[in-house]
Structure formats: structure tokens, C-alpha cells
């Protein structure tokens, strides 16, 4: 069993893959043999989270996941702990291995109520896994409001109950807040939606046992975790050529900042030159706080071997430049307002598709909303899959897509697993965060990382920043951000 960090590289498997993998496992290894590991880990770890427990409820569900549970109450109560288990359903409908477990449980002396127990320092949450099919309802929804509204920790088995273990969208309740502290142990396999959409929130900390089937795990990966990026060590011999030319186009009337985080975070994240192209024709010459940008009108730059972030506080004033944009950037970062304005022009659709043919790098960068705009579909439905939403606008316009939001999702037009990024946190949820973003990736471009490896590198640093952000220092914003640190 291990704790999954921002630094852990995995494979992700949905549902399907996982049912397979447990089936090959199944079979190969002695009756019940898989869910008496499940449970001996759910109740190490359970004593690990709250070695002085007196009381640790388990609310088991009518399917394995409830088995779970059953088997982590059996192993507890061996070990000397009171586990009280309310159980939902009829047992004659229970699967055979969860009925064994059941037995079990029995038979080392729990202690079986038909409510909760009023006081508890553990809660642990098998009441559905990867079996769920509608919206936990009755006292299967009370139970889960009562685990989550106490100061306890809830150890969910396997995945949050509710919780859609491939796309990380709750059945219901999606604003129902966490426990505080929550940690999820999932078996077998990771599952995407631990990390995206709602799931990074109903998880918590995410613990690993592979049951010890590790070899039957042979099915290609859903997605991945990336892990940290090594650091590229930059040579001695090396001067500002050697790390690419960016520029900026953005920064219409009123938006200038948005332009200029974005090449301030260009410039902090090792781009040679930043050019910061501004469409407000009454722009000031220069950042006096940043006077390493070098400031332009956005209509005489020249961007031929340029790597171009396009789009940053652009306004409606960024569309007359993009078809230049598109077919001039050596590479491109399309953000914000430039993907608004593809979203609605087919003949900038048409040259985006373009470039992807030819083989000129580009990432967009949208939100939810962007996202949607660009799919013809809504935020709903691009939030109820995001890996699906990704990969859908990564090669219907052959380009790299990052899509923002917890558990940001980055996509290639190929045949790679997408990669769901494991950092950040909601410090992020603040203006210009995006614009920097972007300024970060056109950097790890100019510097020639080919494009999904610069767009995953870049986000997960992103996050990382605010991982690391000082509790005590000043609340992080865009600025502080694009220079790396506090004010
Ligand atoms: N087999 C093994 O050895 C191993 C299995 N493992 C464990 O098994 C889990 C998968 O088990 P599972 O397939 O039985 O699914 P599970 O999530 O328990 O739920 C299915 C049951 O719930 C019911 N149901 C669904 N939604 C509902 C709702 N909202 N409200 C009420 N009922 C609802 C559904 O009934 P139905 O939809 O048919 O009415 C069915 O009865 C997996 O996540 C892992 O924890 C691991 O230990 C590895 C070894
Ligand atoms: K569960």
C-alpha cells in the first residue's frame, strides 16, 4: 500500500479495464482471496489513520464494496478495535464473497446496529465502490451526510460512495461538503475520477493497494499520472537564443494585465526574449516593474520562429490578428479570447486544423466554457467527461489541449493516454492564474519541449507553485504566481 503524491507517476484504469483485471486476478488465485486483502489493508490503514480509536463505524453497502468493509471489520476487531457496522441491505442479496466476509465479521465478534453509533473517531465509507449506478438514496444518503458532517476522518474503500470512479462526477449532493480529513483507498487499480472534476475533493488523500495483482494489470492505461518533470539542466554554454523567443498577443483595452502575466510568467519560467505584443493602441511603451518584457503593438510584431501565446486579455480585438497568428507561429498557446473566437469562425477552424496537418505545435488552453464553446456542447457536458471532452478537441483540431479545472486534463491528437495533473490547489481559483499558465507553457515551447510533454510539465509546475505557496505568506495572486513567489 503507498500514499499517491503530485510527485507519483501511475497508470489510471476506468471501470471496464479494472473489472477485467480483477476477473484475471479472480481467477488465477484461491476463493475470496482478493477482498481478504482488500480488507486487511482497509483496516492497516484505518488503524494507522486512527491508531486510539475507540469506536470506527463501517457503513457497508449491498454489493463487494460492502464486503470490504465486512472483511476490515473482522480484521479490526482481531487487532483489539471496537468496529461497529451498519449494514444497508438484505443479506441474501449479497455477491458470495461479501457474504464470506460477512461470516467473518461475525464470527470475530462484531458488532452489527442497525444506526450509527453516536460518537465515532473513524468512519470508513464501503457502501459503494465501482458498482454504483444511481444516486445513493435512503440511508444509504444519511448515512454518508452523517460520516461527513462529523470532525472525524472517513476512510472511503476502493472510492467515494457516489462517486463516478471514471470521469470523477458525484451521482448526487455535488456541493455536499467532505469530511475535513478524508482519504480514499482504492484496490487493483487508480481510478481517473479519484482525480478530476469532483473527485480530488470527495478523495482526499489517495492510498494505493494493488492486491498483489499487479501482473494482471496488462490493459492499456485510460489516462496517467504524469509525476514530477525532470528538470532540464541548462548548459553552461548557453545564452538568451539558446531558450527561444516568446510573444505575447493580447492585452486589448482595459486588459493589458492579462498580457503582461503572461509574459512576466514566460519570462520566470526561462523563455530567452519575451515580446509582449499589446492590441490597446494606447499602451504604454514599457512595464517600468517589468522592464525585461519588451513591449509592442501587437500588429508590427513579427512572429516567424516566434512561439506565439495568443489570446490573453485579447477582447474582440484579437480575432483580425489570429489568422496571421495561425499561420505564422513557429509554435502556439491558444487562450481565452482567441479560442472564443475560433469557437464561432470556421475558417479559423479550418487553418488550426491546418497547422495540426502540418505539424506545427499547438496548445489551447481552455476552461470548461471555452471548451464547451469549441465542442458546440455545454460546461455540463464537459464536466461529466473531461478525459472524453479533452481528447474530443485534441484531434478534432489536431492539437494539444489542456483542460483547466481540478484535476487539469492535458490531451494529444494521438494515441497516448491523456495525463490528469496531480498539483494545484484552490489558491489557483484566482484572476490571471490562466494567463500565466499560459505565458508557462509558450516558455517550455520556446525551449523546443515537444508540446504535450511542455503543456504537462508546465501545468503540473503551475500547481506545484501553489502547493508550495507559504501558508503564512500573502494569498497568492497572478503576479506573485508568474514570479514564483510572494510579494
Ligand atoms: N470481487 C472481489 O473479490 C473484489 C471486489 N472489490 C470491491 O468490490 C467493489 C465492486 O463490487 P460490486 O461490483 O459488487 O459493486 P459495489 O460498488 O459494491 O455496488 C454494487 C451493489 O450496489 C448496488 N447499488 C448500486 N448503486 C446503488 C445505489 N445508489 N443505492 C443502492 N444500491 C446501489 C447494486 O445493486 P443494483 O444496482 O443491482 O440494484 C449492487 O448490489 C469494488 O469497488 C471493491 O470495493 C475489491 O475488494 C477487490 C476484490
Ligand atoms: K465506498
Same mark, same amino acid.
Given at each position: 500500500?503507498?500514499r ?35 480488507g ?35 480484521q ?34 462484531v ?6 453509533p453516536?460518537s ?10 465501482i458498482?454504483?449506478t ?7 444518503a444519511?448515512?454518508?451526510?452523517r ?18 470512479a ?17 482519504a ?10 479519484l482525480f ?7 478523495a ?5 493497494d ?24 541548462r548548459?553552461?554554454?548557453s545564452?538568451?537564443g ?11 483595452s482595459?486588459?493589458?494585465g492579462a ?10 519560467a ?14 504604454a511603451?514599457v ?11 501587437a ?10 501565446v495568443?489570446g490573453?486579455g ?8 489570429l489568422?496571421?497568428v %495561425?499561420?505564422? @507561429?513557429a +509554435?502556439?498557446v $491558444?487562450?481565452a479570447?482567441? !479560442?472564443?473566437?475560433? &469557437?464561432? *469562425? ?9 497547422r495540426?496537418?502540418?505539424?506545427a ?35 478534432r ?20 493516454p491523456p ?6 490547489n484552490?489558491?489557483?481559483?484566482t ?10 507553457i ?12 511542455a ?12 502547493d %508550495?505557496?507559504? @501558508?503564512? +505568506?500573502?494569498? $497568492?495572486?497572478?503576479?506573485? !504566481?508568474?514570479?514564483? &513567489?510572494p *510579494?
Amino acid at each position: 500500500m503507498h500514499r499517491i503524491t503530485s510527485a507519483s507517476a501511475a497508470d489510471l484504469f476506468d471501470i471496464a479495464a479494472t473489472r477485467r483485471i480483477e476477473q484475471a486476478a479472480a481467477s488465477a488465485l484461491p476463493p475470496h482471496t482478493l477482498m481478504q486483502r482488500a480488507g486487511l489493508a482497509a483496516a492497516r490503514l484505518a488503524m494507522a489513520l486512527a491508531p486510539h480509536a475507540r469506536t470506527i463505524w463501517i457503513a457497508c453497502g449491498p454489493g463487494n464494496n460492502g464486503g470490504d468493509g465486512f472483511e476490515a471489520a473482522a480484521q479490526l476487531r482481531h487487532r483489539g478495535f471496537f468496529p461497529v457496522v451498519t449494514f444497508v441491505d438484505d443479506e441474501g442479496r449479497l455477491p458470495a464473497d461479501a457474504k464470506a466476509s460477512l461470516q467473518r465479521a461475525r464470527d470475530a465478534g462484531v458488532t452489527f446496529a442497525s444506526a450509527p453509533p453516536s460518537s465515532f473517531e473513524l468512519a470508513m465509507d464501503a457502501l459503494l465502490g465501482i458498482g454504483s449506478t444511481r444516486p445513493p438514496s435512503g440511508a444509504m444518503a444519511e448515512w454518508l451526510a452523517r460520516m461527513h458532517a462529523s470532525a472525524s476522518p472517513v476512510l472511503s474503500i476502493d472510492v467515494p460512495s457516489g462517486l463516478d470512479a471514471d470521469t470523477g462526477m458525484r451521482a448526487s449532493n455535488p456541493n455536499q461538503a467532505p469530511a475535513s480529513v478524508r482519504a480514499t483507498l482504492t484496490f487493483l487499480t487508480l481510478k481517473p475520477g479519484l482525480f478530476t472534476a469532483q473527485g480530488r475533493d470527495a478523495a482526499g488523500t489517495v492510498w494505493f493497494d494493488d492486491l498483489g495483482c499487479s501482473a494482471f494489470a496488462q490493459e492499456r492505461p485510460t489516462a496517467r499520472l504524469a509525476g514530477a518533470p525532470d528538470i532540464q539542466p541548462r548548459t553552461h554554454a548557453s545564452h538568451k537564443g539558446s531558450y527561444g523567443d516568446v510573444a505575447v498577443i493580447g492585452g486589448a483595452s482595459g486588459m493589458a494585465g492579462a498580457a503582461l502575466l503572461a509574459g512576466s510568467a514566460a519570462l520566470h519560467a526561462g523563455a530567452g526574449r519575451v515580446f509582449v505584443g499589446l492590441l490597446d493602441p494606447r499602451a504604454a511603451p514599457v512595464d517600468t516593474s517589468q522592464p525585461e518584457l519588451m513591449l509592442r503593438d501587437a500588429h508590427a510584431l513579427d512572429l516567424a520562429g516566434m512561439t506565439v501565446v495568443c489570446g490573453c486579455g485579447g477582447g474582440d480585438a484579437v480575432r483580425e490578428l489570429l489568422p496571421r497568428v %495561425l499561420s505564422t @507561429a513557429a +509554435a502556439l498557446v $491558444l487562450d481565452a479570447d482567441a !479560442l472564443n473566437a475560433i &469557437a464561432v *469562425d470556421p475558417s479559423l477552424q479550418a487553418q488550426l486544423v491546418a497547422r495540426g496537418q502540418a505539424g506545427a505545435p499547438t496548445v489551447l488552453t481552455p476552461h470548461p466554457l471555452e471548451a464547451a464553446r469549441l465542442l458546440g456542447d455545454t460546461t455540463g457536458g464537459v464536466q461529466a467527461n473531461r478525459l472524453a471532452a479533452a481528447r474530443a478537441l485534441a484531434s478534432r483540431f489536431g492539437v494539444v489541449t489542456v483542460l483547466k479545472g481540478s484535476g487539469t486534463v492535458i490531451a494529444d491528437a494521438g494515441d497516448e493516454p491523456p495525463v490528469i495533473n496531480s498539483t494545484g490547489n484552490a489558491r489557483l481559483a484566482t484572476a490571471g492564474t490562466g494567463d500565466v499558465l499560459a505565458g508557462m507553457i509558450g516558455a517550455a515551447l520556446a525551449m523546443r519541449r515537444p508540446a504535450f510533454e511542455a503543456a504537462c510539465e508546465a501545468v503540473w509546475q503551475h500547481g506545484r507553485i501553489a502547493d %508550495l505557496w507559504p @501558508a503564512d +505568506a500573502a494569498p $497568492l495572486t497572478a503576479g506573485s !504566481l508568474a514570479r514564483r &513567489a510572494p *510579494d
